[in-house]
């Protein structure tokens, strides 16, 4: 007997495919960062000084913050595009990965209201790194987008 699958079960599945086929990618080897005495005089491409290096972000990473950048900037379309490629890899020259993950997890889940939400709100590195994004963003911004007509360094003059 074959069953008919009901409209409203489309995205519940969609969701489950899109979720198995992330599950099937297999993780990226982490690249150790710490360096000997005897190869501190000759830095490796995979070490960085200060945050890591700009490939150091993952393709996931990137195409998430590409998404919705374009989202908060009206939409899909090259412009947009090269704008937020430029904005994440000026952010990822600022932040590591890691700082990257929880301040974007920080920034997200900073609304959760009652006891859950006091795990985002409170440590003292959720204001750091929060703030150390927010400071990334606006150096991205800065750079990476075109300022609008009649305007000098971003802001209105009457």
């Not at 974007?104 to 939400?117: H, I, S, W």
């Not at 709100?121 to 927010?134: A, G, I, N, T, V």
């Amino acid at each position: 007997m074959t069953k008919i699958l009901a409209a409203t079960n489309l995205p519940a599945i969609a969701l489950t495919l899109a979720l198995a086929a992330l599950a099937a990618c297999e993780p990226q080897p982490v690249q150790p960062t710490v360096q000997t005495p005897a190869l501190a005089a000759e830095p490796s491409p995979t070490t960085a000084v200060g945050p890591q290096s700009n490939a150091a972000f993952t393709t996931i990473t990137r195409v998430e913050y590409v998404m919705q950048c374009m989202q908060e900037h009206g939409g899909q379309n090259y412009d947009n595009l090269y704008h937020c490629a430029c904005a994440i890899d000026t952010i990822a020259q600022t932040m590591t990965p890691d700082e990257y993950d929880q301040a974007v997890t920080f920034t997200n889940l900073f609304g959760m209201a009652g006891e859950r939400g006091s795990v985002f709100r409170d440590p003292p590195q959720s204001e750091q790194l929060r703030k150390k994004l927010k400071d990334a963003k606006a150096k991205a911004n800065e750079s990476c987008f075109p300022k609008s007509p009649g305007t000098a360094n971003g802001s209105k003059h009457d």
